[in-house]
T-cell receptor, first 114, second 114 residues
Framework: NAGVMQNPRHLVRRRGQEARLRCSPV?????VYWYRQLPEEGLKFMVY????????ESGMPKERFSAEFPKEGPSILRIQQVVRGDSAAYFC????????????FGPGTRLTVL | DQQVKQNSPSLSVQEGRISILNCDYT??????FLWYKKYPAEGPTFLIS?????DKNEDGRFTVFLNKSAKHLSLHIVPSQPGDSAVYFC?????????????FGKGTLLTVNP
């Protein structure tokens, strides 16, 4: 049962370091979505990617955050110069069809910034 | 501005009784609503959904009711089982080509006592 895989599951970084979060979608899915869940909050949409393309990054902070989904390999969410406020659970979801609300979520990466 | 609200952070019910989880929304553009279930250390898993053209959708023990005029939906679980204990998220998506952008509530922790 190859669902969405995310790694690492837990990541600890000191302020100013870089965080790289990886997401491997369900086999055959070419659409990936990243969501962030801050403490005591619901999940919030960050970015929607297709292979090699960013479709919608309207939910992603303009600075320090970037995302990619290369032709080969997992999708990467990269956070540069992390700050304490970046501490959250980051969930990746994937879909087979484009622009769909039928999304399958991974287990998440819990980022803690010291 | 929270567009999807789950005002009860937690709910406790006895096994065999009905669990009713509530959700309110403010954005009249939302036309599709979903309920997700989340266990600790796992990602959200899809439970049941409803389109705005319907007022009820049923799947086994789970029924979702939608009251568009009140911008309110509810999830009924009957009979409740201890394995239903989890966090339940209400989510919504809008039309206009951005239905992939799910908006989540903060979640309600359901505890079903044996």
């Amino acid at each position: 049962n190859a669902g969405v895989m995310q790694n690492p599951r837990h990541l600890v970084r000191r302020r100013g370091q870089e965080a790289r979060l990886r997401c491997s979608p369900v086999k055959g899915h070419s659409h990936v979505y990243w969501y962030r869940q801050l403490p005591e909050e619901g999940l919030k949409f960050m970015v929607y990617l297709q292979k090699e393309n960013i479709i919608d990054e309207s939910g992603m902070p303009k600075e320090r955050f970037s995302a990619e989904f290369p032709k080969e390999g997992p999708s990467i969410l990269r956070i540069q110069q992390v700050v304490r406020g970046d501490s959250a659970a980051y969930f990746c979801a994937s879909s087979e069809l484009p622009h769909t609300d039928t999304q399958y979520f991974g287990p998440g990466t819990r980022l803690t910034v010291l | 501005d929270q567009q999807v609200k789950q005002n009860s952070p937690s709910l406790s019910v006895q096994e065999g009784r009905i669990s009713i989880l509530n959700c309110d929304y403010t954005n009249s553009m939302f036309d599709y609503f979903l309920w997700y279930k989340k266990y600790p250390a796992e990602g959200p898993t899809f439970l049941i959904s409803i389109s705005s053209i319907k007022d009820k959708n049923e799947d086994g023990r789970f029924t979702v009711f939608l009251n568009k005029s009140a911008k309110h939906l509810s999830l009924h679980i009957v009979p409740s089982q201890p394995g239903d204990s989890a966090v339940y998220f209400c989510a919504a998506s809008g039309g206009g080509g951005s239905n992939y952008k799910l908006t989540f509530g903060k979640g309600t922790l359901l505890t079903v006592n044996p």
